[in-house]
């Protein structure tokens, strides 16, 4: 998942779309996804063009999120209206997601990626931090991304809602993983960096401590990560290993010992949870 902020905004990239192409261009097997793209900055159309295409170059590798967007200054650069953005959001997202389905209105139909559509859906889903999130993403019959700070309590209530609104998606909890002692120093430093930014109602369901699931083994980090799942009411995750100040080689590291030590572990468990 590649996600999208402008202006240099550290760790985050202005072309997410674009480069989601470039990772799908080096490998062989992966998926991959602007998620969240910030949708209220474009015109629904154009993206959805541009992502049928992608799909139909790389068959069943691509995927989407979209999310309303937190920071004035993306808005700004654009020659957007902050405040006009969920106004945006809530009537482009049904359009998108019908087009994205094969479901769209002439003449975007004739686009043959978008005809395709109807055969080879576009899987998607929509960042959720509320329970109006969740009702428009459960209404357009796509999955949700939760904040990676969120408490399983705040978690377990919007899946609730999700389910409620007849959601049967993804519902995608970010989690920062680490797998031997955990950076503490970076920890802290990466919290302070979202909290000079991340709106009062956002933090206010964030938990003291949840964003780091770390151990000493395998198994308890596969573990913590279960009980993530279990409590909250995800059935999938974006796990994440960079962290503010720590090497190259260390977030490389982590990502070989998370793929070949944990994911083994907690792929077949995800699974019969999901069953």
């Known amino acids: 998942m590649t996600s999208e902020h402008h202006g240099g905004f550290p760790a985050y990239l202005p072309n997410p779309l674009q480069v989601a192409g470039w990772l799908l261009e080096e490998t062989d097997r992966i998926w991959a996804a602007p998620c969240p793209l910030l949708l209220p900055l474009y015109h629904w159309s154009h993206v ?9 170059r790389f068959p069943g590798r691509v995927g989407a999120g979209f999310a309303i967007g937190g920071l004035e200054q993306d808005f700004e650069m654009a020659d957007c209206e902050f405040s006009d953005r969920l106004a945006r959001f809530k009537e482009s ?92 120093a970076a920890v802290e430093d990466q919290m302070d960096f ?33 009980k993530v799942a279990q409590e909250g009411g995800a059935n999938a995750f974006n796990l994440r290993v960079h962290l503010k100040d720590v090497p190259q080689e260390k977030v490389d590291e982590q990502i070989e010992r998370i793929g070949h030590e944990v994911i083994p572990i907690l792929r077949p468990a995800l699974e019969s949870l999901a069953r």
């Open 48 to 56: 959805a063009e541009q992502l049928a295409w992608l799909s139909a």
């Open 194 to 226: 979202y909290r000079s930014y991340a709106p009062d109602a956002a933090q206010r369901h964030w938990g003291d401590g949840q964003e780091l699931i770390t151990g000493m083994t395998a198994e308890e980090v596969a573990e913590r990560l279960l």
């Open 93 to 184: 997202l049904p359009k998108i997601t019908a087009a994205l389905r094969g479901d769209a209105a002439e003449p975007f139909v004739l686009d043959p990626a978008l005809a395709a559509c109807a055969s080879h859906p576009v899987p998607m889903v929509s960042a959720a931090q509320s329970p109006g999130a969740v009702r428009r993403a459960a209404h357009v019959g796509i999955g949700v991304l939760f904040d990676s700070m969120q408490t399983l309590a705040r978690m377990r209530e919007l899946t609730d809602v999700y389910a409620e609104n007849g959601g049967s998606g993804a519902r995608i909890a970010i989690r920062r993983v680490w797998l031997g002692p955990p950076p503490n």
